[in-house]
T-cell receptor
Framework: NAGVTQTPKFQVLKTGQSMTLQCAQD?????MYWYRQDPGMGLRLIYY???????DKGEVPNGYNVSRLNKREFSLRLESAAPSQTSVYFC????????????????FGPGTRLTVT | LAKTTQPISMDSYEGQEVNITCSHN???????ITWYQQFPSQGPRFIIQ???TKVTNEVASLFIPADRKSSTLSLPRVSLSDTAVYYC????????????FGKGTRLHILP
């Protein structure tokens, strides 16, 4: 049981390049999340997916797109990277709402450290 | 999701009990209070959740007064390894999918 996994762990991009951050969970959770964390700051929600087939904007969605590929996987895409997107990106999952296990307990991945030059 | 207010930072010494208070004046009837801990270079980790009165686990205690407008996370006999950021979240765990973290409280434990 690996929990939440993220790839890659580190990435350096040039301004204007694109890339996709991958996230997968093996806990059969309904809800998945993408957060970013800038140095010394709190987490900010980019996008979330309450269930397979649905995605919604969070606090800072501009410059990002997401895909909930299936129940396990939730990817985050940067179409044209900018230096302001330099950050650590965390993926998280939780059982979801309207389930017997409803809880605010999210399980986080190890993060992807992205630098855009 | 109810708005929360917590101190930006706190210092304490090893061996002491640390109490971090979170204010949530507009908490709703179905809202639960949840605390996370985040160590440097790691994702946040759930530590405790409660609805009213007191909840205790092996890591911390959570005290919630009758009016539920605030809550206090209590860490007994802290060590250097408790240096972390602590986040307080308030929301309806059965309905709220949009989970937003605030800035948290940076706890620095001194030797």
């Amino acid at each position: 049981n690996a929990g939440v996994t993220q790839t890659p762990k580190f990435q350096v991009l040039k301004t204007g390049q694109s890339m996709t951050l991958q996230c997968a969970q093996d806990m059969n959770h309904n809800s998945m999340y993408w957060y970013r964390q800038d140095p010394g700051m709190g987490l900010r929600l980019i996008y979330y997916s309450a269930s397979e087939g649905t995605t919604d904007k969070g606090e800072v969605p501009n410059g990002y797109n997401v895909s909930r590929l299936n129940k396990r996987e939730f990817s985050l895409r940067l179409e044209s990277a900018a230096p302001s997107q330099t950050s650590v990106y965390f993926c998280a999952s939780r059982p979801g709402t309207y389930t017997p296990e409803s809880s605010y307990e999210q399980y986080f991945g190890p993060g992807t450290r992205l630098t855009v030059t | 999701l109810a708005k929360t207010t917590q101190p930006i930072s706190m210092d304490s010494y090893e061996g002491q009990e640390v109490n971090i208070t979170c204010s949530h004046n507009n908490i709703a009837t179905n809202d639960y209070i949840t605390w996370y801990q985040q160590f440097p270079s790691q994702g946040p980790r759930f530590i405790i959740q409660g609805y009213k009165t007191k909840v205790t686990n092996e890591v911390a205690s959570l005290f919630i007064p009758a009016d539920r407008k605030s809550s206090t996370l209590s860490l007994p006999r802290v060590s250097l390894s408790d240096t972390a950021v602590y986040y307080c979240l308030v929301g309806d765990r059965g309905r709220d999918d949009k989970i937003i973290f605030g800035k948290g409280t940076r706890l620095h434990i001194l030797p």
